[in-house]
């Protein structure tokens, strides 16, 4: 791909391409279970389309990054449920997801864990804050409740599970604009009106007239793609 996902760009600094992401499917011993709005609840199926737990070892790296699409719908479900059950629901969210990391490591493999970046401070979260002031405040404390659980029950061993702490780096990010050569920390490089359907069918080209990008955007200067996934940037 000519925007490859750091999961891509980890495959590749160990000499690999996945399964998944080579014309002919060819079996490289590496492999991507991703879909679209992934949540907690599908890591179980993931696993399973490995061959289950049985299937992992010593010798396997396994990345796990879930969480972003169980926080909106948590958010997005305040209404019905109020804001104390949304906290209480993602909280057990987190709780389930360290379950399943630990479950992995219990195998002998190695897990690459990433906390959720704060949905607060992405596109999504600056849009709903606009919309309805507070929103904001809210899917900050979904977010830092389910990095919370998740980082309390996870096996408290380095050599088993190392943590990447995305939700520091976004809000690094976030309050030095112009680091990495980032000029834009707050609005979706990916114009939804010129594409249909999911992030996948967003294109950058260099002719005006057919690019998705939005006008003066740049996929390597604009963090975010849309409203809750980051760009190759």
Known sequence: ?????????????????????????????????????????????????????????????????LGTH??????????????????????????????????????????????????????????????????????RQLSDRFNTRLGFNIVQDGHLIALLKANDQLRTLRANVGFNGLVNVSDPVCDRAKYSGDLINCFSTDDTATTDIVTDGSTNTWLFADDLNYSPS
């Not at 864990?113 to 929103?135: C, H, N, Q």
Request: hydrophobic share 45%; proline share 4%.
């Open 1 to 65: 791909t000519s925007f490859p996902n750091w999961v891509q760009y980890l495959a590749a600094s160990r000499g690999l391409v996945m399964k998944e992401c080579n014309p002919s499917k060819v079996e490289t011993g590496s492999r991507s279970l991703a879909f679209n709005k992934a949540g907690v609840a599908g890591l179980d199926s993931q696993i399973a389309a490995l061959g289950g737990l049985s299937a992992l070892g010593a010798a396997d790296l396994v990345t796990v990054y």
């Open 70 to 139: 169980d926080i909106v719908e948590q958010f997005e479900a305040i209404g019905a449920i109020g804001f104390d059950q949304a906290k209480a629901n993602i909280e057990a969210r987190g709780d389930q997801l360290a379950t399943q990391v630990n479950a992995i490591v219990a195998t002998g493999a190695r897990v690459l864990l990433l906390t959720v970046p704060d949905v607060s401070l992405r596109p999504y979260g600056l849009k709903a804050e606009a919309a309805i002031p507070g929103s904001g405040e809210q899917l």
